[in-house]
């Protein structure tokens, strides 16, 4: 029984890491912290990085506090909520970093509906560059009119 729970625990903050990242980007990214959001939809320098890495950081850091968590104060649910963070972020990674902005040149002729449909949201969402207007749809969850 403990298994399943764990697995649920860490498949429920994977899960809600969708919500999470697009309450973020939403709210805070076009809202408070667009100083360092700003770069990626509007790219004015030449590195390879942007400030907009800082919010894998941040992720990357409560998803840390969580394993602490579960090694040093045996907060059980740590260990599955932090590997949840983290495999989430992978999957943002591999998603947005790598197939949508191709940051590295791999998956480059991935061409089937539900590729399409992703970068075509992504895309619409990158027409705006300013701080207004911050909608922008999950990394799994594309509203059904993008996949023609």
């Not at 506090?65 to 260990?79: A, D, P």
């Amino acid at each position: 029984m403990d298994t399943i729970i764990w697995i649920l625990t860490l498949l429920s903050s994977f899960a809600m890491m969708e919500f999470v990242a697009w309450f973020t980007h939403k709210y805070i990214m076009h809202g408070p912290l667009w100083v360092l959001h700003k770069d990626h939809h509007k790219k004015n320098h030449h590195s390879w990085f942007e400030r907009n890495d800082a919010f894998f950081l941040i992720y990357a850091i409560i998803s840390m506090v969580f394993v602490y968590l579960y090694i040093y104060q045996s907060f059980w649910f740590g260990l599955p909520i932090g590997i949840g963070i983290f495999l989430y972020g992978l999957t943002y990674f591999l998603v947005h970093d790598i197939f949508i902005h191709q940051r590295f040149k791999i998956f480059r002729k991935t061409n089937n509906r539900y590729a399409r449909g992703i970068r075509r949201a992504h895309k619409i969402h990158h027409k705006k560059i300013h701080k207004e207007d911050g909608e922008c749809f999950g990394m799994l969850w594309v509203p059904r009119k993008y996949f023609k």
